[in-house]
Nanobody
Framework: QVQLVESGGGLVQAGGSLRLSCEAS????????MGWFRQAPEKEREFVGH????????NYADFVKGRFTISRDKAQNTMHLQMNSLRPEDTAVYYC???????????WGQGTQVTVSS
């Protein structure tokens, strides 16, 4: 099993920045990729982006391209989500996720709240 713990959420004004972190523990050698999903009130959960754990290749949802950046520190078993130019519509609970080589996001963190005020 892999445990994921997010940190770094909070309240920020529109146009501001936040950096989320996700620390993985447990059987981290099973990780193939890590990423982020988010869920706004009364909306479906949506994919934000992910990074391959070994190669560092990233992929993003169109609505965050150019504003959000995912990085990872393998030595620290930590992934980061740098969010710039935040908008009120980015307000959501952000979840850290992880997948093994078989695919599918089997590992989920508890989520961290991000609120962007207008």
């Amino acid at each position: 099993q892999v445990q994921l713990v997010e940190s770094g959420g909070g309240l920020v004004q529109a146009g501001g920045s936040l950096r989320l972190s996700c620390e993985a523990s447990g059987r981290t050698f099973n990780l193939y990729a890590m990423g982020w999903f988010r869920q706004a009130p009364e909306k479906e959960r949506e994919f934000v982006g992910h990074i391959s754990w070994h190669g560092g290749h990233t992929n993003y949802a169109d609505f965050v391209k150019g504003r959000f950046t995912i990085s990872r520190d393998k030595a620290q078993n930590t992934m980061h989500l740098q969010m710039n130019s935040l908008r009120p519509e980015d307000t959501a609970v952000y979840y850290c996720v992880g997948s093994g080589s078989s695919g599918g996001y089997h590992y989920w963190g508890q989520g961290t709240q991000v609120t962007v005020s207008s």
